[in-house]
C-alpha cells in the first residue's frame, strides 16, 4: 500500500489570513477544507503542483519509435530510463519541450544510440521513467537551520530552527516533509513526503520549502474559504430576506469561486 502524502497549496496561516479567523479554534475544519480543495485542483487540472518522486510506465511507442508522448504526466527530472533493451544513458535523449519544464516527451539521440525505444515480449509497460513529476519544484530557503540533528527516519518531532506553518512542505537535504503542526521551533512533519526517502539529517541543515505557483496558492485558499463561509448551506438552494436574496451552488464549477476557476482552468491539462 503507497503511502498517502499530504500535499497542501496553502498554509493554514493563509486560509486564516484569507477568512479573518485570528484564533486556532477551528483549525482542525479549516486544514480539512485545504486539503479538499487541493485535491479538487489536483483532479480538476490532472496535475501536481509539488514535485513528486515516483517511476512511471509507459508502452511503448507504435509509429515513432524514437519519441516517446508522456500523456498524462508532467515530466521535471529523470533519475534512471529503461525499456525493453535494459537502460538508456542520459546522453542519449532530450527532453521535450527544449529549455523548458515540464517536459512532456523524451526523444532518443537515435545517431548515439543506435535504435529507437524497443520492447521484448509486449510493448505494455516496456518504458520505466524514475524521476521527479509535477507542474514545479519551485523551493525557497526558509532562512533555518536544523536546531537538531534528525537521528531516526522515524521521528515526526523535528526541530527546524524557526517558525513553520501547517501545511508547508519542507526539504532538508532530499527528503520532502509536510507540516501537519507546530509548537514553537518543533514542527510535527510527516517523514519521506512527495515520493523521497526519510534519512538522518545533521543538526545546522538547511531547511527549504517547496513552493507551488502563486496563483495556485491563492485559487486554494479561496476555495477552502468557500467551503467554509458555505458550510451550513447544507441544501439550501435559496433564500430571501426582504429585497435581498442568496443563492447557494450545489455542485459542479458554477460552486467554486471565479477567481479559482479561472486559475484552475489554465492548468487544466489539454488531451493528446
Same mark, same amino acid.
Given at each position: 500500500?503507497?503511502?498517502?502524502?499530504?500535499?497542501?497549496?496553502? #498554509?493554514?496561516?493563509? +486560509?486564516? =489570513?484569507? $477568512?479573518?479567523?485570528? /484564533?486556532?479554534?477551528?483549525?482542525?475544519?479549516? *486544514?480539512?477544507?485545504?486539503?479538499?480543495?487541493?485535491?479538487?485542483?489536483?483532479?480538476?487540472?490532472?496535475?501536481?503542483?509539488?514535485?513528486?518522486?515516483?517511476?512511471?510506465?509507459?508502452?511503448?511507442?507504435?509509429?515513432?519509435?524514437?519519441?516517446?508522448?508522456?500523456?498524462?504526466?508532467?515530466?521535471?527530472?529523470?533519475?534512471?530510463?529503461?525499456?525493453?533493451?535494459?537502460?538508456?544513458?542520459?546522453?542519449?535523449y532530450w527532453l521535450y519541450p527544449l529549455n523548458l519544464t515540464p517536459a512532456h516527451s523524451i526523444v532518443l539521440d537515435t545517431t548515439a544510440l543506435?535504435?529507437?525505444?524497443?520492447?521484448?515480449?509486449?510493448?505494455?509497460?516496456?518504458?520505466?521513467?524514475?524521476?521527479?513529476?509535477?507542474?514545479?519544484?519551485?523551493?525557497?530557503? #526558509?532562512?533555518?537551520? +536544523?536546531? =537538531?540533528? $534528525?537521528?531516526?527516519? /522515524?521521528?515526526?518531532?523535528?526541530?527546524?530552527? *524557526?517558525?513553520?506553518?501547517?501545511?508547508?512542505?519542507?526539504?532538508?537535504?532530499?527528503?520532502?516533509?509536510?507540516?501537519?503542526?507546530?509548537?514553537?521551533?518543533?514542527?510535527?512533519?510527516?517523514?519521506?513526503?512527495?515520493g523521497t526517502t526519510a534519512a538522518t539529517h545533521s543538526s545546522g541543515a538547511s531547511v527549504w520549502m517547496y513552493r507551488p505557483p502563486a496563483d495556485?496558492?491563492?485559487?486554494?485558499?479561496?476555495?477552502?474559504?468557500?467551503?467554509?463561509?458555505?458550510?451550513?448551506?447544507?441544501?439550501?438552494?435559496?433564500?430571501?430576506?426582504?429585497?435581498?436574496?442568496?443563492?447557494?451552488?450545489?455542485?459542479?464549477?458554477?460552486?467554486?469561486?471565479?477567481?479559482?476557476?479561472?486559475?484552475?482552468?489554465?492548468?487544466?491539462?489539454?488531451?493528446?
Open positions: 500500500m503507497a503511502l498517502v502524502t499530504d500535499r497542501w497549496y496553502c #498554509t493554514l496561516d493563509a +486560509l486564516r =489570513a484569507e $477568512i479573518g479567523d485570528e /484564533t486556532t479554534d477551528n483549525d482542525a475544519r479549516l *486544514g480539512r477544507y485545504i486539503a479538499q480543495a487541493s485535491r479538487w485542483l489536483e483532479d480538476y487540472t490532472e496535475r501536481t503542483f509539488y514535485p513528486v518522486s515516483e517511476t512511471k510506465h509507459f508502452d511503448a511507442p507504435c509509429r515513432d519509435a524514437d519519441r516517446l508522448f508522456l500523456e498524462y504526466a508532467d515530466l521535471l527530472t529523470v533519475d534512471t530510463l529503461t525499456d525493453g533493451e535494459g537502460a538508456i544513458a542520459s546522453g542519449n543506435g535504435r529507437g525505444f524497443r520492447y521484448a515480449s509486449t510493448p505494455q509497460r516496456a518504458i520505466a521513467v524514475a524521476g521527479q513529476w509535477g507542474w514545479c519544484a519551485d523551493y525557497i530557503s #526558509t532562512g533555518h537551520v +536544523l536546531g =537538531a540533528a $534528525i537521528s531516526t527516519t /522515524t521521528a515526526t518531532r523535528i526541530d527546524v530552527g *524557526g517558525t513553520a506553518e501547517v501545511g508547508m512542505m519542507l526539504l532538508v537535504d532530499d527528503e520532502a516533509m509536510h507540516v501537519s503542526a507546530v509548537s514553537g521551533a518543533i514542527a510535527t512533519v510527516q517523514r519521506g513526503a512527495l495556485v496558492a491563492l485559487a486554494v485558499s479561496v476555495l477552502a474559504a468557500s467551503y467554509n463561509n458555505t458550510r451550513a448551506a447544507g441544501g439550501i438552494k435559496s433564500e430571501r430576506i426582504e429585497d435581498y436574496s442568496i443563492t447557494y451552488a450545489t455542485g459542479g464549477d458554477e460552486s467554486v469561486p471565479p477567481v479559482t476557476l479561472t486559475v484552475a482552468k489554465r492548468y487544466r491539462r489539454i488531451g493528446p
